[in-house]
């Protein structure tokens, strides 16, 4: 799939994930991504993310966890990050709450 990602690819694409997941984006969730991650990157994976499926956005994301072995400390930040995004605009959906479930799983 796309185990070819850069880790700041990556971190863009579990973070649009996370931020598209209501299927619509903040100007908050936005702007906190954009404190992460360059405008070049985040345009370049933008499409990706809204184009690919639900299931195929999950599949990746464990794709890309299992092969790369992050570890503990990476992990954690990552999750950290996705709780970054869902607070972004100062409200957490019942869909965010499901996602953020799914994703700690697949992050371990």
């Known amino acids: 799939m796309n185990s070819n990602w850069t880790k700041k690819e990556f971190l863009a ?11 619509f984006e903040t100007k908050e969730e936005e702007n906190y991504i954009l404190s992460v991650v360059d405008k070049e ?16 956005n999950l599949d990746k994301i464990q ?3 299992s092969e790369h072995k992050l570890s503990q400390e990476d992990k954690e930040n990552l999750i950290r990050e996705i ?4 607070f972004a605009d100062g409200y957490v ?4 709450k499901k996602v953020f479930k799914i994703l700690q799983k697949i992050i371990g």
């Open 41 to 56: 990157t985040y345009n370049k994976i933008h499409t990706e993310v809204v184009i690919d499926s639900d299931e195929n």
């Open 93 to 96: 959906d019942v869909m965010e």
């Open 13 to 23: 694409y579990v973070l649009l994930y996370a931020a598209h997941c209501n299927y």
């Open 63 to 65: 794709e890309y966890v």
């Open 83 to 86: 709780k970054n995004v869902f």
